[in-house]
């Protein structure tokens, strides 16, 4: 089904944008008819507004068309995994990476995924210290791939006394949630687990029984021999048994992404065009204080909507992203395209 839903998303989009084009060409002729004789220039005719109503709109689905494109890599399809972690800082990064979760979630919610939040540590005074989102829907992993890396905040600190600027980081990674389709096999050997109270906020429960699961596995790098800790940890319920099916998906899903970066780097040196990709590089800057700005510095995109970046409305920043990786790295201007 999933394979029959792709298959007819491409077919009925490419049969409306085809109709949306050759309507234009009538709407066009119209519009040019109903100007013929009007001395003002500037004038507009309802054929000439239907004409530009017609245009925006098939120039957004073909956008679209464009945008869904860009999401053909192995993985684009899948659900997502999110973690954010706090930077140095204390208070005021704790408070900044609860700020980024508020955001995912909203961007999540905006755009018909299902969200839940599988295991959450929460600041000592305020905020998060660490949070891990799932994000189950299509291709959300296409999509918030563009957020891997640190976000930066500066704005004026209100636990600051003396109210000056401040400027704090918090990192994001994105891995791909695997599905039933998708087969990993795991080392059970290379295998543990403990239990833990969960902690946190009300329920009796909460604190009495061991639900909370934590998961250690040795990966094993293929190419360097060198071993690796993960470590999952899932608080998602107050049923252990679910909370450990739970982080065997996790786990399936962080050895599916590291399997998908080793291809990606073979691919990448062999075609002598390696990217340098790295958790911890800096992609966008937060700035609340002296002005309002959101900036991306991958793509140069900018914004002075910066309330609405924080709602979650994101999707400009990964589009223009998915477009310029998709052009090779080249992108003009949107605001110099006529």
């Not at 507009?44 to 507004?49: K, L, Q, R, V």
């Not at 869904?68 to 208070?91: F, H, P, Q, Y």
């Not at 250690?216 to 999952?232: A, C, F, H, N």
């Amino acid at each position: 089904m999933k394979n029959l839903n792709g298959i007819k998303f491409w077919v009925t989009g490419f049969d409306k944008a085809t109709t949306e084009v050759d309507d234009l060409d009538v709407l066009y002729e119209f519009a040019k008819e109903s100007l013929e004789g009007l001395e003002d220039e500037a004038a507009s005719t309802p054929e000439s507004e239907e004409l530009d109503a017609a245009y925006s709109l098939a120039e957004k689905d073909l956008e679209s068309l464009e945008l869904r494109n860009m999401l053909g890599g192995e993985g684009d399809n899948l659900g997502a995994v999110l973690t954010i972690n706090s930077g140095a800082g204390g208070t005021e990064s704790n408070d900044w990476s609860a700020m980024l979760m508020r955001m995912y979630m909203r961007w999540g919610e905006r755009n018909g995924h299902k969200v839940t939040v599988t295991d959450l540590q929460e600041g000592d005074e305020v905020g998060i210290k660490s949070v891990t989102i799932e994000f189950d829907g299509e291709y959300a992993y296409g999509y918030l791939k563009a957020e891997n890396g640190v976000h930066r905040l500066v704005r004026i600190s209100p636990f600051n006394a003396q109210g000056k600027r401040q400027t704090t980081f918090s990192s994001v990674f994105v891995y791909p949630l695997v599905d039933d389709t998708i087969e990993v096999s795991i080392n059970q050997s290379k295998l543990s687990w403990d239990t833990f109270r969960a902690g946190g906020h009300g329920g009796q429960n909460v604190n009495k029984v061991e639900s909370g699961v934590r998961l250690r596995y040795i990966y094993t790098d293929p190419d360097t021999g060198k071993d690796e800790e993960i470590l999952i940890e899932n608080t998602e319920t107050r049923d252990q048994p679910k909370n450990r099916a739970k982080a065997l998906l996790l786990l399936k899903s962080r050895l599916y992404d590291l399997e998908m970066k080793r291809r990606d780097a073979k691919k990448a040196e062999i075609e002598g065009s390696k990217k340098k990709i790295e958790w911890g590089s800096q992609i966008r800057s937060y700035v609340l204080h002296p002005y309002k700005m959101v900036n991306d510095l991958r793509t140069g995109y900018k914004t002075a909507d910066t309330q609405g970046v924080l709602d979650g409305d994101l999707n400009e920043f990964m589009r223009r992203l998915l477009m310029q990786e998709g052009t090779g790295g080249a992108t003009a201007p949107v605001e110099d395209i006529d």
